[in-house]
């Protein structure tokens, strides 16, 4: 079992940045991928980033690639997503997810564990 906390969202105005965080606790965290998704209202959830168990891979959505930037810290149990040049149609709200993985990989799906989710609001 791993419980999620995200933190960071806000409302800020168009090109500005916001740097999310996800605090994880439970088992050990280097055995989960870990992904942010975003749901915007009326919208269905989408992936926008991924980052394998040891932080040597990432993916990223084709609308983010250039503007946005996962990490991790594993001593920390902590995942985080940079994100800069924010547009106001990135408003929406931010969710992480934990998948357990032995393997070194990136998923844009089939996360096991979600976070409670945090608004993120660009102004135009």
């Known amino acids: 079992q791993v419980q999620l906390v995200e933190s960071g969202g806000g409302l800020v105005q168009a090109e500005g940045s916001l740097r999310l965080s996800c605090a994880a606790s439970?088992?050990?965290?280097?055995?989960?991928?870990m992904g942010w998704f975003r749901q915007a209202p009326g919208k269905e959830r989408e992936f926008v980033a991924g980052i394998s168990g040891s932080a040597g891979r990432t993916a990223y959505a084709d609308s983010v690639k250039g503007r946005f930037t996962i990490s991790r810290d594993n001593a920390k149990n902590t995942v985080y997503l940079q994100m800069n040049s924010l547009k106001p149609e990135d408003t929406a709200v931010y969710y992480c997810?934990?998948?357990?993985?032995?393997?070194?990989?990136?998923?844009?799906?089939?996360?096991?564990?979600w976070g409670q989710g945090t608004q993120v609001t660009v102004s135009s």
């Open positions: 439970g088992r050990t965290f280097s055995n989960y991928a």
């Open positions: 997810a934990a998948r357990p993985s032995v393997i070194q990989f990136v998923y844009s799906n089939g996360y096991d564990y």
